[in-house]
Nanobody, 113 residues
Framework: VQLVESGGGLVQPGGSLRLACAAS????????MRWYRQAPGKERELVAA????????NYADSVKGRFTISRDNAKNMMYLQMNSLKPEDTAVYYC???????WGQGTQVTVSS
């Protein structure tokens, strides 16, 4: 199982970023997927989740209405569209298939003016 996150960067408050997760080594379309994040000095937290076919999604209260999780099973890709970013969204973002123990390297998102 390999997961590679990309798309992070430095953005001003109120800005947007789109994260991507490239998955390989397993049958991507069979598995639910999740985005997590970990801010400095804090525990890793679940941000968003999506079912295997993409028909159902869930979000942490802190990002509800601002973030959108999606997936493209034909491309073995998952995405996290992040709008109206806040400084408290600053963290390393990770994608994960909860059925497996592997974590990617993460992608840094920094929201600052």
């Amino acid at each position: 199982v390999q997961l590679v996150e990309s798309g992070g960067g430095l953005v001003q408050p109120g800005g947007s970023l789109r994260l991507a997760c490239a998955a390989s080594g397993f049958t991507f379309s069979w598995y639910a997927m999740r985005w997590y994040r970990q801010a400095p000095g804090k525990e890793r937290e679940l941000v968003a989740a999506i079912t295997s076919a993409g028909g159902s999604t869930n979000y942490a209260d802190s990002v509800k209405g601002r973030f959108t999780i999606s997936r493209d099973n034909a491309k073995n890709m998952m995405y996290l569209q992040m709008n109206s970013l806040k400084p408290e969204d600053t963290a390393v973002y990770y994608c994960k298939a909860p059925s497996f123990g592997s974590w990617g390297q993460g992608t840094q998102v920094t929201v600052s003016s």
